[in-house]
């Protein structure tokens, strides 16, 4: 989640919790491994679609590649 948060919507914890609709605690835990609801990852989508970001459902269940 913290990748959706840092490199898709390029907002801080505050922002991307007012965007999909959750406190920043929320956010916090879904960045310490929590997951998100099906309701709460439908606004994460929505949240992008009228930002214009491109958006992919995989981001949702696949890590980025690390590359060192």
Known sequence: MK???KNVF???QAEFSSLAGVTQATVSRW???GAPS???M???RLAAEKR????D????F???EVTA
């Open 3 to 5: 990748h959706i948060r």
């Open 10 to 12: 390029k907002v801080n």
């Open 31 to 33: 960045e310490n491994g």
């Open 38 to 40: 099906l309701d709460e």
């Open 42 to 44: 439908k606004a994460i």
């Open 52 to 55: 214009n970001i491109e958006w």
């Open 57 to 60: 459902d995989r981001f949702f």
């Open 62 to 64: 696949e890590a980025p």
